[in-house]
């Protein structure tokens, strides 16, 4: 099982990012999908989920109104596109899976059986 995130960079305050997590190994339509980050000096938290369909996703507050989350299941992928970027919002982003029947709710990071190795966001002020 993988999971491929990319599209981290280097953005200015207020601007747009879209990150990407291509997963191979998995029956996808089989699995829930989130995005984490981690700040340095932080614990790693939630930042937004859709499930195994697309019909249902969830956001912290932090990035409600500005993240968008969605996924392509014949493509294997899932997606976060960023906007209105806060110096806040930097961290290294890690895309992960949570299985289709799995009882813990999206924000749970315990609740994932497979997470990316991460892409980096950085936002200049």
């Known amino acids: 099982v993988q999971l491929q995130a990319s599209g981290g960079g280097l953005v200015q305050a207020g601007g747009s990012l879209r990150l990407s997590c291509a997963v191979s190994?998995?029956?996808?339509?089989?699995?829930?999908m989130g995005w984490f980050r981690q700040a340095p000096g932080k614990e790693r938290e939630f930042v937004a989920a859709?499930?195994?369909?697309?019909?249902?996703?969830n956001y912290a507050d932090a990035v409600k109104g500005r993240f968008t989350i969605s996924r392509n299941n014949a493509e294997k992928a899932v997606y976060l596109q960023m906007a209105s970027l806060k110096p806040e919002d930097a961290a290294v982003y890690y895309c992960?899976?949570?299985?289709?029947?799995?009882?813990?709710?999206?924000?749970?990071?315990?609740?994932?059986?497979?997470w990316g190795q991460g892409t980096e966001v950085t936002v200049s002020s």
């Open positions: 992960a899976a949570r299985w289709r029947y799995s009882v813990n709710i999206p924000s749970i990071q315990r609740g994932y059986d497979y």
């Open positions: 859709i499930d195994w369909s697309g019909g249902t996703t």
């Open positions: 190994g998995l029956a996808f339509s089989d699995w829930h």
